[in-house]
């Protein structure tokens, strides 16, 4: 379910980024760069906003097990990103928590960072 779930959004996010709607509810949250943002429309307003348009995202590690009782699943995502047409990718990590709904999931929580190296 996890992988599944990670390679829809992606590709989703590379190509175009309007069917990520589908995935979030009205009490979802993002926090992209600790930019909070909460609800399915400026959840989507934020990530359409994001100032690089051509995004690829290579996924390194994908983490995943199971949160609640009422099956609820975390995922941890480590990766590469390269954005525009920088040749340098930029780490990241990224960290959804899926929860169920009428047969399937949506991302109840969603943060993303960009991981900087070490000085």
């Not at 309007?18 to 509810?25: D, I």
């Not at 909070?36 to 097990?65: C, E, M, R």
Request: no cysteine; proline share 6%.
């Amino acid at each position: 379910m996890a992988e599944q779930f990670v390679e829809f959004y992606y590709k989703a996010f590379d190509s175009d980024r309007s069917p990520l709607a589908a995935l979030y509810g009205h009490d979802s949250m993002l926090t992209f760069e600790a930019s909070p943002s909460q609800g399915v429309s400026n959840i989507l307003q934020k990530i359409q906003d994001l100032p690089f348009k051509q995004v690829q995202h290579q996924v390194a590690t994908l983490d995943a097990q199971p949160s609640d009782e009422r099956g609820g699943i975390l995922v941890v995502v480590s990766g590469a990103l390269l954005v525009e047409e920088e040749r340098r990718p930029m780490s990241y990590a990224q960290t959804f928590q899926l929860k169920p709904k009428d047969g399937s999931y949506y991302v109840f929580n969603d943060v993303f960072r960009l991981v900087y190296p070490a000085a």
